[in-house]
């Protein structure tokens, strides 16, 4: 096939309406982007149709170099000029407010967007385990929360899945974390999952705490605590430990990210990733997905239209759907992120 034109480095957002037929243009030479002009008229490339049986937010690919076509997979982000750098020193960026750092955990952005830090939240205790919530219906987000914990030696409280999907982040720590008797050990980050009607709880075996992330969706404001361990275990889904593999890497420009819990393990409606963000500001861009990000080292600041603040290590932001934003490193080495967003299941995808 010939190369098509790069009508648009990024994906283009649209309200695709119920019953209503679309004409995907392919070989970017379309007057009318995203759709069909019959421009493509005597070459090989034909128009790609797409109707919704249902009103839809739809990203088209706007670089036409996707492997799902008509949609966006971010495959722009690796062509030649498809993702580049913004300068925080322009004067559009310059004029935006600083939002400081105060007591609080919670630092209020555009919108429900929020950056919180766990190291000024005050923890809940419950047996070996001390807890917040760091995302809830709450404090805005529609599809999923987010609790950060800390367990101490020993047997930690039985936590209940319900009826979401549950997924862990272990940030520091050894030890297992045990589902209906099956035992899934696990390190430094680790990303675990528990599927929908299972409980589980965490063996810690070492004096230091085990420091972990649990995102489940649909969201709730608390955990769900039991007495007892349900004898529930869908095996179906036997895999459900993730690691850092450097051979499973996307290359997204200067970036990369590793899929860690996926639809691979069951998780239908949740995705956790891991990656790195190297010293830079990206573009600002959107997401259809809600999105929590967890900074693990480095420094740097998160940008949205009207606001910016610093984050650290320890620090998460939370990302309503379709928020203008960028990140910022401000160190050598790069920042190393985990997110989890709801619902999708590609975090290139951006428009």
């Known amino acids: ?26 070989c970017g030479r379309s007057a ?46 690796n062509l030649p000029g498809g993702s580049s750098d913004d300068d925080p020193d322009s004067p559009a960026n310059r004029a935006i407010a600083t939002v400081r750092h ?18 000024r939240a005050g923890l809940e205790r419950r047996g070996t385990l001390a807890w917040c919530t760091v995302i809830g219906p709450a404090t805005g987000a529609e599809f999923q929360s987010q609790f950060y914990a800390e367990a101490d030696e020993g047997l930690s409280p039985i936590l209940d899945s319900g009826d979401a999907h549950c997924i862990l982040f272990m940030v520091e720590g050894k030890g297992e974390v045990a589902i209906a008797g099956r035992c899934f050990p696990f390190g430094p980050r680790t990303g675990l999952y528990v599927r929908p ?11 230091d705490a085990v420091k972990f992330f649990v995102s489940t969706g649909p969201g709730r404001q608390e955990p769900i605590w039991l007495e007892h361990m349900p004898d529930v275990f869908d ?13 499973q890497g996307h290359a997204m420009a200067e970036r990369w990210f590793q899929l860690l819990i996926n639809r691979e393990h069951g ?42 603040t610093r984050v650290s290590a320890g620090d998460v932001l939370f990302l309503p759907r379709k928020l203008a934003h960028s990140v910022q490193c401000t160190v050598d080495g790069g920042f190393d992120v985990v997110g989890v967003i709801c619902p999708g299941d590609n975090p290139a995808v951006s428009y």
Not at 102 to 119: E, H, M, N, Q, W
């Open 102 to 119: 105060g007591a609080d955990a919670k630092i209020p952005l555009d919108g429900r967007c929020y950056v919180f830090s766990t190291a």
């Open 1 to 26: 096939m010939p190369t098509p034109v790069v009508a648009y480095r990024k994906g283009f957002y649209r309200e695709a309406k119920a019953g209503e037929r679309y004409l995907w243009c392919s």
């Open 32 to 77: 009318n982007q995203p759709f069909c002009d019959g421009s493509h008229r005597g070459s090989e490339f034909k128009p790609v149709p797409l109707t919704c049986r249902a009103d839809a937010d739809v990203i088209f690919c706007g670089c036409k170099h996707t492997r799902t076509p008509p949609f966006c997979d971010g495959s722009h982000n």
């Open 267 to 308: 998780s239908t409606e949740m995705t956790q990733f891991i990656g790195n963000i190297p010293r830079s500001k990206a573009e600002p861009h959107r997401h259809l997905y809600e999105e929590a990000l967890i900074f693990l080292n480095g420094g740097g600041v998160v940008w949205t239209e009207r606001t910016k």
């Open 235 to 247: 095996t179906r889904f036997p895999m459900r430990t993730a690691e850092i593999d450097p051979a």
């Open 197 to 207: 009607g299972e409980a589980f709880r965490i063996r810690n075996t070492a004096p």
